[in-house]
């Protein structure tokens, strides 16, 4: 299963990456919008993590999102964000599976990733 981090922050690929890289996850990861979505359409990951607030061209995460899915309808994406839980109803409605604030969880995480397995097992595409 491939996990693509998409934020400017260092700090969550720094603590995640080497966590879920032992349980089998490639986690890849850009800071800015425009390098996840070449990755994206590279590697297909299963889940992507998106930060609303990016450095570059394309620095806004919602923007991205909307990219994203006329890339790829499938892949599970998980909106984050330091502190602006006022955009969640927006996000979804665009097409964000998940809405976490930071701090996260390791364990949320692993969560996700978890029900990403299942849908992509699940024969009728439905996410458990």
């Given at each position: 299963m491939k996990l693509?981090?998409?934020d400017?922050?260092?700090l969550l690929v720094e603590?995640?990456?080497p966590i879920l890289e032992r349980q089998g996850v490639e986690v890849l990861?850009?800071?800015t919008g425009e390098g996840g979505?070449?990755?994206l359409k590279k590697e297909k990951p299963s889940v992507v993590l998106l930060d609303i607030s990016?450095?570059?061209t394309m620095n806004n995460g919602i923007k991205v999102l909307e990219e994203i899915r006329k890339i790829d309808q499938t892949c599970q994406i998980v909106m984050i964000t330091g502190s602006d839980a006022s955009l969640e109803k927006e996000c979804?409605?665009?097409g964000a599976n998940f809405y976490l604030t930071k701090p996260i969880r390791?364990?949320?995480?692993?969560d996700i990733l978890a029900k990403a397995r299942q849908k992509n097992t699940n024969p009728e595409g439905q996410l458990q």
């Open positions: 693509l981090i998409i400017d922050e260092e603590v995640f990456k990861n850009s800071q979505i070449e990755i990016l450095k570059g979804l409605a665009k390791l364990s949320t995480i692993k």
